[in-house]
């Protein structure tokens, strides 16, 4: 069974200040990881995704992704009250097309 | 416009009741996904498809018909409603080039 593990929320954080979402996943071989955001009631919007190891950066969004660990995160910087949502960390398998994806990890960012 | 729709939004039906919702791309990817997703669950994947005419069973499969005679095209049918599947239903495609998945606005399912 492959997992991935999402650090537990709800997190939540003053406006302005960094939050940072943590991703643990199982399956060794996994070469492509997304990070997706969902508001209540919609649905799950991709805002970064991140292939090898290192930082990947969009706006004040950074994913980072440790092979060797296992690991992958989001760092967001200069939190908005407008990144409150659930944050979804997926995995795509080694072979074939499907995503596992975390329980999520619900963000509160306190104007 | 381009994307992905799903329909209807929102369904209620009663249990034994067949229900057929749909999904329409317009980027012509290759796959296809249908999830749920409940509290306490996250997103499941039901089934999914590679191509027209080619699909398989995801994680949560029982209870569900697929098909997908068109590659835009990937409907999802509950032949006999149980109140079990009272849920919000999504739908995603990808393409096989960064194997990004984009989702559907979803359809939330009331089975009474």
């Known amino acids: 069974q492959k997992e991935v593990e999402q650090n537990s929320g709800p997190l939540s954080v003053p406006e302005g200040a960094i939050a940072s979402l943590n991703c643990t996943y199982s399956d060794r071989g996994s070469q492509s990881f997304f990070w997706y955001r969902q508001y209540s009631g919609k649905s799950p919007e991709l805002i970064m995704s991140?292939?090898?190891?290192g930082d990947k950066e969009d706006g004040r969004f950074t994913a980072q992704l440790n092979k060797a660990s296992q690991y992958v995160s989001l760092l967001i910087r200069d939190s908005q009250p407008s990144d409150s949502a659930t944050y979804l960390c997926a995995v795509k398998e080694t072979s074939g097309s499907r995503l596992t994806f975390g329980e999520g990890t619900q963000l509160t960012v306190n104007p | 416009d381009a994307g992905i729709t799903q329909s209807p939004r929102y369904k209620i039906t009663e249990t034994g009741r067949q229900v057929t919702l749909m999904c329409h791309q317009t980027w012509s990817h290759s796959y296809m996904f249908w999830y749920r997703q409940d509290l306490g669950h996250g997103l499941r994947l039901i089934y999914y498809?590679?191509?027209?005419?080619?699909?398989d069973k995801g994680e949560v499969p029982d209870g569900y018909v697929v098909s997908r005679s068109k590659t835009e095209n990937f409907p999802l049918t509950l032949e006999s409603a149980t109140r079990s599947q009272t849920s919000v239903y999504f739908c995603?495609?990808?393409?096989?080039?960064?194997?990004?998945?984009?989702f559907g606005p979803g359809t939330r399912l009331t089975v009474t």
């Open positions: 991140i292939y090898s190891n």
């Open positions: 995603a495609s990808m393409g096989t080039v960064n194997y990004e998945q984009y």
């Open positions: 498809s590679a191509a027209a005419d080619i699909t």
